[in-house]
């Protein structure tokens, strides 16, 4: 029988207790194995390291205590994060923004910055001049120096493989497999992740948002593309090499006449496409703004985009479903620039759904709205940056770089 990396183990292990106290904000080791289910030994052996790392931080919490034998003994040891001990930068390309945070080491935003500009209308060494730039003067905002940053992690609509910092393909670039991750390092001299922007809000509602009491759960972003992250027992589901997922490739039929993708009928691209007449429209998708602009189509009783939005949705339902078929998630949550489209995506999006779905399955799942702003997609690719630094190895030199070659 093949036994399991010991240093594989290490590291999980080590995530575990991190993000157990983490979320805790302050706790004990008895109670880091109530919830990790690791023996004694080894959490005292990994919170030891931590403390040598100064990673962590001890506190006495309470006076002298008295057992059930009237037994005095010492006051209880609590453990916290060291806010310090890190800070990473985060980032979301899209195609007509720029959105970064830094965070320290338990996630919290120091700074945050926001450039409007159409990223994907510009050839890749000019849009990395603009990450740098960005990274840099975020970093300045958060009043700290390039050489305190340990990690930038990027955030990008599309196919990633996360193990190599590639971006196979996307809407945001003009070529494809671009290793952003390489690219992006040389130029800061800093470690640097490429993440697919779906599973960066995924570790963003299970950090900070809606997942944050659930370990299993499903995300569907709805932007550019239609991206899909999975979230297994706390962690992100990725394919092999470390592709991020793209449910936008779902196929919605197949015959010897036609076949369409999803992405052909639900995505925000595939929603503004087409000829417009109303020429504010044309104005807003050149700026990047077309779906906030759709929203008041809508709301004006536009009944081309209304058919337009009752069709994405009824798709969108039937692929939800068979996620749910397929994972059977307690939750699942919708993210994305195409919810302004309101009652008219989503009214035919449920129904839909419920009509798809079989009969074992109607109770398992609820499917959350969730709007959330840019930082937190951002805040999201920091989590990412996080989650690695909190199963690396550290020493007095700091956590084991990820190479990104």
Known sequence: MKTADPELM??????????????????????????TQLSATTISAITA????????????????????????????????????????????????????????????????????????????PVVADLVEDGVRRCVLDAGL??????????????????????????????????????????RLGIATIAESDANAMA?????????????????????????????HGGQLFRGARELSLDLGHMMMGVSTVQSERLSDIASERAILDGEHADLRLREAMRVGRGMNHVQRLLAEG???????????????????????????????ILVGSSLALGRSLLDPLQASFERALSAPLREVSQIIIDEAGDELWARGAAAVALSELYGSPWSTTGPALRSTL
């Open 49 to 124: 390291a931590l403390l040598d790392d100064e990673l962590i931080t001890p506190h006495h919490e309470g006076g002298l205590r008295s057992d059930s034998n009237g037994n005095r003994g010492r006051p209880r040891v609590m453990l916290t994060l060291n806010a310090s001990a890190a800070r990473v930068v985060g980032a979301k390309i899209a195609t007509n923004r720029l959105v970064f945070v830094v965070t320290d080491f338990q996630g919290d935003i120091l700074a945050h910055l926001t450039l409007p500009v159409r990223v994907d209308r510009l050839p890749l």
């Open 145 to 186: 120096a390039l050489a305190d940053i340990h990690t930038v992690a990027l955030a990008v609509p599309g196919v990633v493989e996360h193990g190599s910092g590639r971006v196979r393909s996307s809407p945001v670039f003009r070529d494809v497999d671009v290793p952003l991750a390489t690219y992006i390092a040389e």
């Open 203 to 231: 570790m963003a509602q299970h950090w900070f948002g809606r997942a944050r009491d659930c370990d299993d759960f499903v995300l569907v972003s709805m932007e550019e593309g239609l991206g899909l992250g999975v979230m």
């Open 10 to 35: 290490r590291a999980i292990n080590r995530f575990h207790v991190l993000d157990t106290i983490r979320r805790a904000g302050s706790i004990s080791r008895v109670e880091i194995g109530e919830r």
């Open 302 to 332: 536009d009944d081309g985009f209304t058919a337009t939005a009752s069709r994405a949705g009824e798709a969108l339902g039937i692929a939800i479903a068979n996620l749910v078929g397929l994972f059977a998630p307690p939750r699942v």
